[in-house]
């Protein structure tokens, strides 16, 4: 069965330094992988897709995520943090032969940026 | 403006009443599925729909239904609620399968 791994709940971190939230799945055949991101009080929106091609996917906020099949990995970073970046960030991933489009969240990462 | 929408946003109601949360999307989405986020377990997938009049079970169907007799509506239904149903639920959308999906602003649901 499909699993996705949000290896830390929290990441408290200072404005203007740098972040990485890691995110590894489990699927044996090819994959979508999306990060979302949640403000308080809102719904999900979306960060960043890899559907295929290049395997490096940038937001237009300053986010990255690169694809490494080998490590079944599609970790988020940002090389300078900002207040408003605090919020709830989920990996997920869709996987293809099935084609019901369903999504496996991770459990979600709190991102606490500090002044 | 592209959007899901859900109503009501909030609900108090106790065991066994029937209710139903609406969804309706605006962008002809084929695709649309409700989920719920409970803390420490992310979301959870409770339904989805392929298109009009096709519905199937995701992970966590038990207590709920759903319809799709309109394209742009896909609201869930809870026959008789349970206190193991409270959670903030969202409906999602989106073009096909595996495309991005676009989400509400959640309802969250209290029972009694």
């Known amino acids: 069965a499909q699993s996705v791994t949000q290896l830390d709940s929290q990441v408290p971190v200072f404005e203007e330094a740098p972040v990485e939230l890691r995110c590894n799945y489990s699927s044996s055949v090819s994959v979508y992988l999306f990060w979302y991101v949640q403000y308080p009080n809102q719904g999900l929106q979306l960060l960043l897709k890899?559907?295929?091609?290049?395997?490096l996917v940038e937001s237009i906020n300053g986010f990255e995520a690169e694809f490494n099949k080998s490590q079944t990995s599609f970790h988020l970073r940002k090389p300078s943090v900002h207040i408003s970046d605090t919020a709830e960030y989920f990996c997920?991933?869709?996987?293809?032969?099935?084609?019901?489009?369903?999504?496996?969240f991770g459990q979600g990462t709190t991102l606490q940026v500090k002044p | 403006e592209a959007q899901v929408t859900q109503n009501p946003r909030y609900l108090i109601t106790v065991t066994g009443k029937k209710l139903t949360v609406t969804c309706s999307q605006n962008m002809n989405h084929e695709y649309m599925s409700w989920y719920r986020q409970d803390p420490g377990l992310g979301l959870r997938q409770i339904y989805y729909?392929?298109?009009?009049?096709?519905?199937d079970k995701g992970d966590v169907p038990e207590g709920y239904k759903v319809s799709r007799k309109e394209k742009r509506n896909f609201p869930l239904i809870l026959e008789s609620p349970s206190p193991n149903q409270t959670s903030l639920y969202f409906c999602?959308?989106?073009?096909?399968?595996?495309?991005?999906?676009?989400f509400g602003d959640g309802t969250r649901l209290s029972i009694l």
């Open positions: 729909s392929m298109n009009v009049e096709v519905t």
């Open positions: 890899y559907l295929s091609g290049s395997t």
């Open positions: 997920a991933v869709s996987s293809g032969p099935s084609n019901t489009g369903k999504l496996i």
């Open positions: 999602a959308s989106s073009l096909s399968s595996h495309q991005p999906q676009h």
